[in-house]
């Protein structure tokens, strides 16, 4: 079955034509800029890239460009839109309506529309993505999967916030987590690698990227994530502060006299590895600094592992132990470095790093904790494409 899988960003569209039984991916791309007058969509076949420049004043266009670069060509991915059997979007927020994956229709549209305030700068995008879908290929499956969904077994101690509870019943105020397809797809592989059932482990998996988030996976089922209301929750990050004393903000706006879009704006694009270093986002870059003796750039990086260990410690506590540690995204699948330093001096815990094996790069599954040691910390590249298409599979050959 070919899946063509769809994430909408704010001024983006990526895709990925997915052949599911086999993993293999027939072509995928990425419109950029949309709305702007320098948009392009770069497309991706075989090992042959081409970037063309032309108007995507929306995402109705962006995808008729898709179409336009899996159909057309000297070297079409596929020979008609027939060739799609399926199609699934990756859709940020499905607040506490979506517990899976579902097939989309007019009341699931409607749904991901009331979120749209959660979520402004994605849920409506998709949305102008699936109705374009939907004229073009209107008898083609489509399946929406949440970021979100993987979160819903969390128990109301883990996703309450103690504030008044009318606002959690008036605007539903509570913690939704955020990354939910990549953590999940990396527990499934890490319980695939060790040779047992997800149902028999305690995972904890770290996504840390620009955006960072973790979850506690207790037996299957998520626990407890870093990621709250918002994706502004919990680790520090390359420009989002995570978790950080909320009375900071009414204090930051009365003395910097700073509105709201104004503080959101410190707090999202300003602060983390960003914030401290006052110089970059990138880690690779604070990593350079650190070393040439730039102090605050040293301060970020140590920061940024501090945070990861506390919540490794928090979620190791609330599982009643762990079993596998996984880490994904950028930071977690290539900085041995950051690795190292997260996991130094865990023996005690029963926590203990191979140095050789950290030190291997590249881009697969590996483990890298030593073979005495109790916990396996496992590097798993992240794979939300390959776990839409599946979704998506699995759903649609039960119609
Ligand atoms: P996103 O997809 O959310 O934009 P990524 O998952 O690509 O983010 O992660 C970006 C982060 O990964 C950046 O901080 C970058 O510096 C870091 N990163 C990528 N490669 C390396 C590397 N070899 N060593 C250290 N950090 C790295």
């Known amino acids: 079955m070919h899946v063509l899988v769809i994430n909408a960003g704010s001024s983006s ?14 072509a995928k791309g990425i419109c950029e800029r949309v709305g702007s007058p320098e948009s392009f969509i770069k497309h991706e076949r075989n090992d042959e890239k081409t970037v063309t420049e032309l108007p995507l004043p929306d995402h109705v266009a962006s995808v008729h460009a898709v179409i ?41 549209i409607a749904k ?50 103690p ?5 959690y019943e008036k605007y539903g105020i509570r913690k939704y987590g955020a990354h939910g397809t990549s953590h999940r ?66 204090f930051l706006m009365d003395h910097e006299h700073l509105s709201t879009a104004e503080i959101n704006e410190v707090l999202n694009k300003k602060s983390g590895l960003l914030g401290i270093s006052g110089t970059s986002n990138d880690l690779r870059s ?17 920061m940024f592992a501090h ?34 330093l997260i996991f130094a001096g865990m023996q005690r815990l029963g926590i203990r790093i191979d140095d050789k094996k950290n030190k291997i790069q590249g881009s697969f599954e590996r483990i890298i904790s030593h073979d005495k040691s109790r916990v396996t910390v496992m590097v798993i590249p992240t794979d939300e494409e390959y776990m839409i298409a599946k979704d998506t599979y699995e759903i649609v050959k039960e119609l």
Not at 144 to 153: H, K, N, P, R, Y
Not at 163 to 167: D, F, G, Q, S
Not at 313 to 340: P, Q
Request: charged share 20%.
């Open 13 to 26: 569209l990526k895709y990925q034509l997915v052949h599911v039984e086999t993993g293999r991916v027939i």
């Open 68 to 108: 336009d670069a899996l159909v057309g060509g000297d070297n079409p991915a596929i020979a008609s839109l027939d060739d799609i059997n399926a199609l699934g979007f990756r859709i940020v927020h499905g607040g506490a309506y979506f517990d899976k994956s579902v097939i989309i229709d007019e009341d699931v």
């Open 112 to 161: 991901i529309d009331e979120l749209a305030e959660l979520a402004p700068l994605h849920n409506r995008p998709a949305i102008s993505a699936i109705r374009a879908c939907q004229g073009m290929m209107p008898n083609t499956p489509m399946v929406a999967v949440f970021d979100t969904s993987f979160f819903q077994t969390l128990p109301p101690a883990a996703y309450l916030y």
């Open 163 to 167: 504030i008044p509870y009318e606002y």
């Open 185 to 250: 797809y990396v527990a499934y592989r890490a319980a695939n690698m060790l040779g047992e059932s997800l149902d028999d482990l305690k995972i904890i998996t770290c996504h840390l990227g620009s955006g960072c988030s973790m979850t506690a996976i207790d037996h299957g089922q998520a626990i407890d994530t870093s990621m709250g209301f918002t994706p502004l929750d919990g680790l520090m990050m390359g420009t989002r502060c995570g978790i950080i004393d909320p009375a900071i903000v009414p």
């Open 286 to 302: 604070i990593d350079e600094a650190a070393d040439k003796g730039d102090p605050r750039a040293a301060m970020a990086y140590e």
């Open 307 to 340: 945070s990861v260990k506390r919540y490794i410690g928090s979620y190791t506590y609330l599982m009643a132990g762990v079993d596998a540690i996984v880490l994904t995204a950028g930071v977690g699948e290539n900085s041995a470095k950051m690795r190292r």
